[in-house]
T-cell receptor, first 111, second 115 residues
C-alpha cells in the first residue's frame, strides 16, 4: 500500500462542513500537513500539525490527529464554492522534513 | 514571507529540444530546493533535491542526464529537461523551506507540453 492514503473524491453542499481524511503508515512522522491545490496552480500550505499535538484550529479549519491509528483529518466549516480544490495530506519523517504526499482528495462544493 | 517564484508557468516545446525551468526563493535563502513532478490524477513525486553549490540528489528512477539541475546561488535552482519527449509532458513544481520545522513553500508550477 501507499505511505499516505486519502479518498479521491468528496462532494458537499455549500454551507455544510467538509471532512477530508488521511491515513499514513510511518509512526515516526514528525509533521503532518494539509495542502490545497487549485486547478493549474501550485500547492498552498493550509496548515500543519506536529505529531505531539491532537488538534489544531485555524479559523474555519480544524485538524485532528489520531497518532495511535495514524489518522489525520481536515475539517472545513461552512464550506464555500471557493474551497473546491484538491487537498493533499502529507507527512515528513524524522529530521528530513521532505514531505511525502498522498494522492489528494478532490473536494467538490455544490450549491 | 517565504515566497517561491517559478518560471515559466507553462511552456510548449518541440520534441528533441530542451527546456529550462527556474525556481527562485524571493525573500529567503534556500540551500536546498526540491523538484517534484505531478502525473495526471496522481500525487506529487519527488524527483530530486537541489543543493546549493553541490550536485543534486536524484530519486530512484529519475535520469540525472535527462533532468539537469543547477543550484548556483542561494535563491535560484533550475531544472532543465533535455531532449524533451512527449512523455515528459507534465506539471513540474519546486519547493523550498526558509528553515527547519514547519511547512514548505511551493512554486506555482510549470506545465510542460512537448509536441
Amino acid at each position: 500500500g501507499e505511505d499516505v492514503e486519502q479518498s479521491l473524491f468528496l462532494s458537499v453542499r455549500e454551507g455544510d462542513s467538509s471532512v477530508i481524511n488521511c491515513t499514513y503508515t510511518d509512526s515516526s512522522s514528525t509533521y503532518l500537513y494539509w495542502y490545497k491545490q487549485e486547478p493549474g496552480a501550485g500547492l498552498q500550505l493550509l496548515t500543519y500539525i506536529f505529531s505531539n499535538m491532537d488538534m489544531k484550529q485555524d479559523q474555519r479549519l480544524t485538524v485532528l490527529l489520531n497518532k495511535k491509528d495514524k489518522h489525520l483529518s481536515l475539517r472545513i466549516a461552512d464550506t464555500q464554492t471557493g474551497d473546491s480544490a484538491i487537498y493533499f495530506c502529507a507527512e515528513s519523517i524524522g529530521g528530513s522534513y521532505i514531505p511525502t504526499f498522498g494522492r489528494g482528495t478532490s473536494l467538490i462544493v455544490h450549491p | 514571507g517565504a515566497v517561491v517564484s517559478q518560471h515559466p508557468s507553462w511552456v510548449i516545446c518541440k520534441s528533441g529540444t530542451s527546456v529550462k525551468i527556474e525556481c527562485r526563493s524571493l525573500d529567503f535563502q534556500a540551500t536546498t530546493m526540491f523538484w517534484y513532478r505531478q502525473f495526471p490524477k496522481q500525487s506529487l513525486m519527488l524527483m530530486a533535491t537541489s543543493n546549493e553549490g553541490s550536485k543534486a540528489t536524484y530519486e530512484q528512477g529519475v535520469e540525472k542526464d535527462k533532468f539537469l539541475i543547477n543550484h548556483a546561488s542561494l535563491t535560484l535552482s533550475t531544472l532543465t529537461v533535455t531532449s524533451a519527449h512527449p512523455e515528459d509532458s507534465s506539471f513540474y513544481i519546486c519547493s523550498a523551506t526558509p528553515g527547519q520545522g514547519g511547512g514548505y513553500t511551493f512554486g506555482s508550477g510549470t506545465r510542460l507540453t512537448v509536441v
